[in-house]
């Protein structure tokens, strides 16, 4: 009965190929988001949605193309991928999108691996 | 450009006592923190929060500090467990600017038994 769900966990791709990671809640929030781990550990957001509408777009690489069919799933596609973008990406959701005492819950994460 | 900074990548600790991790940031404007804590293949899950307004906010073992004028808050664990052994993420944003949550780099406790 997980909250937020992702998949596949690992993606193993070769570059140049076209990859999705899949990503829903059952929480009920109105909140989507896609974080990036990057090689020294930080997180940095990517994309965030609410009520489907997008909210935050960070300076991302436009082969990076979130897709959110309803609140309670945004998945993220990436075109042409690089060496560079293997990393673990999280999806994460939240009540609203800016109030006080506001958190957010995670997925389990997705490690991606270009080779 | 890293707002949130944690400069200890890791921290070891024996069982009962006190853990203290610190995260330090940059950006004036941020007035609401938040620590996570993740244990390995597992994403990260909320453990507690301050805002701007106090200095101080307890959670049963847990207590984070806020040092605005030095820019720095602390996550002091009391008494350590081993289940708490996990990496540990600091966070800061600006209220009502969208939940865009900057975070450390995490700092790795170790609690031995």
């Known amino acids: 009965d997980t909250a937020v769900s992702q998949t596949p966990k690992y993606l193993v791709t070769q570059m140049g190929n076209d990859k999705s990671i899949k990503c829903e809640q059952n929480l009920g929030h109105d909140t989507m988001y896609w974080y990036k781990q990057d090689s020294k550990k930080f997180l940095k957001i990517m994309f965030s949605?609410?009520?489907?509408?997008?909210?935050i777009n960070e300076t991302v690489p436009n082969r990076f193309s979130p897709k959110s069919p309803d609140k309670a799933h945004l998945n993220l596609h990436i075109n042409s991928l690089e060496l560079g973008d293997s990393a673990v990406y999280f999806c994460a959701s939240s009540q609203a999108f800016g109030g006080a005492n506001e958190k957010l819950f995670f997925g389990s994460g997705t490690q991606l691996s270009v080779l | 450009d890293q707002q949130v900074k944690q400069n200890s990548p890791s921290l070891s600790v024996q069982e009962g006592r006190i853990s203290i991790l610190n995260c330090d940031y940059t950006?004036?404007?941020?007035?609401?923190f938040l620590w996570y804590k993740k244990y390995p293949a597992e994403g990260p899950t909320f453990l507690i929060s301050i805002s701007s307004i106090k200095d101080k906010n307890e959670d049963g073992r847990f207590t984070v500090f806020l040092n605005k004028s030095a820019k720095h808050l602390s996550l002091h664990i009391v008494p350590s467990q081993p289940g708490d052994s996990a990496v540990y993420f600091c966070a800061a944003s600006r209220i009502n600017n969208f939940n865009k949550f900057y975070f450390g780099s995490g700092t790795k406790l170790n609690v031995k038994p």
């Open positions: 950006n004036s404007m941020f007035d609401y």
């Open positions: 949605y609410n009520n489907k509408e997008l909210i």
